[in-house]
């Protein structure tokens, strides 16, 4: 079955700080991968995405590492702030036939900013 | 442009009864892709509905189910609801074109 694994579960950031969340994925036809943002109570909203042809991508404080050999990819949250603690999915998508495209979801990981 | 909107946003059933939730997606998208999130499991797809007809389907069993509508709103029912059918149903929109799918708020769903 087509995986994404996400880590950590749990982060900790002091306000201020970087945060960085991994991903790996196994499918090689995967060729979308957005980050979503999930506050409690409310639906996941996309954060950022990348396609396999750019290594990288910045959005303000946002940025998306990817690494197409290694099949992996971050999101990095510079200056992080109390107002980020929410919970980070990544996903992957790709071609799943007859004109569909299905995201393959990670486990999640809970963010915590504290001041 | 107006969001994804799911109705209703909390419902309480108990085992045994059947349930319908509503999607509707945000203006022009023609797909709307049905996902169940649980603390355990996470997010896992359902299905997916593409100009009223579905064109991916998730290995869940056969009493989950949906249908899309001629203005791209859809549906999607659970018969015989188990305690583990206890979710948030979340609802996305795409063009159907891309991956690119936005999330509705979602119908937390408590089977007691």
């Known amino acids: 079955q087509q995986q994404v694994k996400q880590s950590p579960q749990s982060l900790i950031v002091q306000k201020g700080g970087i945060s960085i969340i991994n991903c790996a994925y196994e499918?090689?036809?995967?060729?979308?991968f957005p980050w979503y943002q999930q506050f409690p109570g409310k639906g996941p909203a996309l954060l950022i995405a990348i396609r396999p042809d750019v290594s990288e991508k910045k959005e303000g404080r946002f940025t998306i590492s990817f690494n197409k050999s290694a099949k992996q990819f971050s999101l990095h949250i510079m200056d992080s702030q109390p107002g980020d603690s929410a919970t980070y999915f990544c996903a992957a998508s790709g071609y799943s036939g007859a004109g569909s495209y299905q995201l393959t979801f990670g486990k999640g990981t809970k963010l915590s900013v504290i001041p | 442009k107006a969001g994804v909107t799911q109705t209703p946003r909390y419902l309480i059933k108990t085992r045994g009864q059947q349930v319908t939730l509503s999607c509707s997606p945000i203006?022009?998208?023609?797909?709307v892709s049905w996902y169940q999130q649980t603390p355990g499991q996470g997010l896992q797809f359902l299905f997916e509905y593409f100009s009223e007809t579905q064109r991916n389907k998730g290995n869940f069993p056969g009493r989950f189910s949906g249908r899309q509508f001629s203005n791209s709103r859809s549906e999607m029912n659970v018969s015989t609801l188990e305690l583990g059918d206890s979710a948030l149903y979340l609802c996305?929109?795409?063009?159907?074109?891309?991956?690119?799918?936005?999330f509705g708020p979602g119908t937390r769903l408590l089977v007691l």
């Open positions: 996305a929109s795409s063009t159907g074109e891309t991956g690119t799918q936005y």
């Open positions: 203006s022009g998208h023609r797909s």
């Open positions: 499918n090689t036809a995967f060729d979308y």
